[in-house]
């Protein structure tokens, strides 16, 4: 009897191997492989064993996507992209689902939903794939998505009091004001230059950077917050926070301006201005960093001055324990190239150090950006 009981529970085990379900993980994992070997028939097996498995695992299926796209099975693409994009809970998987639909459809020749794709696959994700084919559809679509795409300046004022009384700077600074309190913040506008003003050179008449801060009474907290003063034709313009810094007891943090030049980057046009600049950054001795920053202002057919965003080009950061042994140091820099097409190029990170720089902050950077000065 125990003898006839044993085998039939090894036939039922064996049983309910055979019938469980492939491993998920595994099957995504040897899908993989297969996509590395250029084996897509294969990759696309392996990703519908997991898709069986799990059918509503969105990762799995915009695996299945991008396989059966690579594997010119542009419906089954299609079908399995479309479902990760509406399962995917995390922004990154819907993004790179979203590039999945957009490549099948740019293959079918539907434009117009390959640059919504892509468009929202940027939303999601910053991506310099994404990006660079979303830019060599609809340049504008791709500088709508791009955090270096020009934006218009502040402006134009007559005196650069006008925009200290005006600025929202200082609606932000009140804001700060505890209102169950006697403290209060208080805001003030320096129109006197920081740094080295520009030498006057068509046709920006002057370019100088000026500082607003912000300090909370009874705190040790200032805000600094550094601007750029642009005249252009008799009218001022202003680039608003090229640099914010907060001082307190902890921490300190300095920021400067490097250096104003006057550089014909893109063809055609005026000449744009090449601003740079370093924010030194120091945590009670221990840690401490230093940015440099890049930022482009242009002129383009409304003759109002734009720029860019703020472009990373070198960061170092150095951190200790509290006794001032050093416990790491990383970062690296960037290579900022203006192409002959109007386009600028982040390349890098180039002398790469400790960990480098972070994947968020390359994400949004590297690869090109058109300079689309309006």
Not at 60 to 76: I, P, T, V
Not at 351 to 366: F, I
Request: charge should be neutral.
């Amino acid at each position: 009897m125990r003898r006839s009981l044993l085998v039939v529970l090894v036939l039922v085990t064996a049983l309910l191997a055979r019938a469980a379900p492939p491993n998920v993980k595994a099957a995504i994992a040897r899908g993989r492989q297969l996509v590395k070997k250029a084996d897509y028939a294969g990759a696309v097996r392996a990703f519908q064993e997991a898709v069986t498995a799990a059918p509503e695992d969105a990762t799995a299926l915009s695996e299945l996507g991008l396989a059966a796209f690579k594997a010119n099975d542009l419906k089954l693409a299609e079908q399995a992209s479309r479902k990760s994009v509406t399962l995917a809970t995390s922004p990154p998987l819907r993004a790179a689902s979203l590039y999945n639909l957009g490549r099948v459809q740019e293959a079918r020749g539907e434009k117009v939903a390959a640059i919504d794709s892509y468009r929202r696959s940027l939303e999601d994700r910053p991506n310099k794939i994404v990006r660079e084919r979303l830019l060599g559809l609809d340049p504008k679509a791709a500088a709508a998505n791009d955090p270096v795409a020009p934006q218009p300046l502040l402006g134009p004022f007559a005196t650069l009091a006008d925009f200290c009384k005006t600025t929202e700077q200082r609606g932000e600074c009140t804001a700060r004001s505890d209102p169950d309190s006697t403290s209060h913040s208080t805001f003030a506008c320096d129109e006197k230059p920081v740094g080295r003003p520009l030498t006057p050179t068509a046709p920006y008449r002057a370019a100088f950077a000026f500082v607003t801060t912000c300090v909370e009474s009874g705190t040790d907290n200032t805000f600094t917050t550094m601007n750029l003063a642009v005249d252009t034709g008799g009218k001022l313009w202003v680039v608003p926070a090229l640099e914010e810094s907060l001082d307190t007891m902890r921490q300190t943090e300095v920021a400067e301006l490097d250096g104003l030049e006057v550089k014909d980057v893109v063809p055609g046009g005026a000449p744009e201005l090449l601003v740079r600049t370093e924010s030194n950054f120091d945590y009670r001795g221990m840690n401490g960093s230093i940015s440099k920053r890049l930022r482009v202002v242009g002129l383009g057919a409304s003759k109002k001055p734009s720029a860019t965003g703020a472009i990373l080009v070198e960061m170092s950061v150095d951190e200790s324990d509290e006794d001032g042994n050093e416990i790491g140091h990383s970062g690296g820099e960037l290579a900022v190239t203006f192409l002959p097409d109007g386009q600028l190029e982040i390349t890098g990170p180039l002398h790469k150090v400790g960990k480098g720089l972070s994947r968020e902050t390359l994400a949004a950077l590297l690869g090109k950006h058109p300079l689309l000065f309006p």
